[in-house]
């Protein structure tokens, strides 16, 4: 029967809860179990697809179309498995859910409270739509002692309850900090955490410490005794170099181990850690090194950008190159002269976004760029820049614009209003809801015969994953083409741009879509392996 491994956190946020949860699920996986990993999230957005990406990060994208959080990249990148719609949930669609009930009538007149309807709303969530996994791994979003989380909470500590210790596990992640006045690390702060734990019932089977420096036996001891658990259930997790290392890291320390040994699960089986040791090797011993510039509107907090800089490794990985990220605030290209600093990169990579800001530094990236021969990759917004720059600049088309940012002359790139889902059309209007309403999740796409993009993909037919609201106007594509921007990807009808290239350079493609969120270490996306192989190419002729 399924088996639930409940992941909290206490002390401070961003203690890696989301990348623990990945690494021992690629660690069970490596034995051959069945994994599927999940995010209870609890805020009370429905989603963070409204969010501002300074201050949730990045927003992943499922295929079947679910705005998630960031550490659901980190699950598909460890584990391979593509995440759904019922992986990740909010306190916000929780309510909804309950509240629709309610109107509904569904509890028959009775009071609606947290503890049960909210608790089993969660609880219901956490085992649904499940087939034969060996193992659900469930994060659990916030730092314990929070209020928000407190329902999140009681309702794991519920099921850990109906499932017994058999079936269930809970692992709690905390900071061991050292003082370097007093010379040593303190314990203090995850005694208190467990503590607070242990106030709303839940006792830690398990308690990770991150650190900076190795936990000596005596301390180990300490947070054994205080916390109420084995000495072999406290394991540091130390920082790495690469994320990539840390399944190997884990797994020294014994965290598989453990585990199993808690589910009464032979720890001898056949384990195979091949895979992530020659990716971590690739990295450390790179043969070359290409230096990328990625300029875009969020670069003061790298997670807004964080499946594009893992799929960019990635593509270093097949290479075995070190990519170098430069990130650049797109503004600052609006100055005169200021796309001269570029001259020194190998590549320049201009991302998804949202907004007039930083527009025109974006397309004077990809004119310069274009100008210099230096390989182009232009991704969603990127991707929009890029086609107004060749509007202007080669098809003579001067008021191109587009209409995210008002009225324009030209809208070469305007509001999608009608698109294909399948057999349903999808319509949305101006001035409606912003939430979940974009052309979200996977997609296929027709590519263009002797085209470059189906030389890379070896193949004409694709499926990748959208978010995004504006859309390049079929309408100018003749024009567009004349000028030798070849629009190389179409939506099966012919009807929406997904693809272009320019004809005559050694590496200029926009995509409409996001190759990132499909790109996996052991499985690098080809766009970004010949992105980087036309970087390393690049750098040789400097």
Known sequence: MTKFIFFT???VSSLGKGLSAAALGALLQARGYRVRVRKLDPYLNVDPGTMSPFEHGEVFVTDDGAETDLDLGHYERFTGESARQSDNVTTGRIYSEVLAKERRGDFLGGTVQVIPHVTDAIKN???ADLK?????LCEIGGTVGDIESLPFLEAIRQLGN???PQRSMFIHLTLVPYLAAAGELKTKPTQHSVKELQRVGIQPDMVVCRCERPIPADQRKKISLFCNIESSAVIQALD???????PLEYHEHGFDNQVLRHFALPTGDKLDLSRWQNIVKRIREPEGEVNVAIIGKYVGLKDAYKSLAEALVHGGIANRSRVKLNWLESEIFEEEGAVGSLVDVDAILVPGGFGERGAQGKIQAARFAREHQVPYFGICFGMQMAVIEAARSLAGIQGAGSTEFGPCEDPVVGLLTEWQQGNVTQRRRAGGNLGGTMRLGAYPATL??????????QCHEISERHRHRYEVNINYRELLEAAGLRFSGLSPDGELPEMVELEGHPWFIGVQFHPELKSRPFEPHPLFTSFIAAAIDQSRLV
Do not use: H, N, P, W
């Not at 034969?132 to 659900?136: K, T």
């Not at 263009?448 to 993909?457: N, P, T, W």
């Open 125 to 127: 969530f956490a085992i």
């Open 9 to 11: 956190g206490g002390v």
């Open 448 to 457: 263009a015969q002797d085209s470059r993009v189906a030389e890379i993909y």
């Open 240 to 246: 790495v170099d690469t994320i990539y290392q840390v």
């Open 132 to 136: 034969d996994e060996d193992f659900v």
């Open 162 to 164: 109906q499932l017994g």
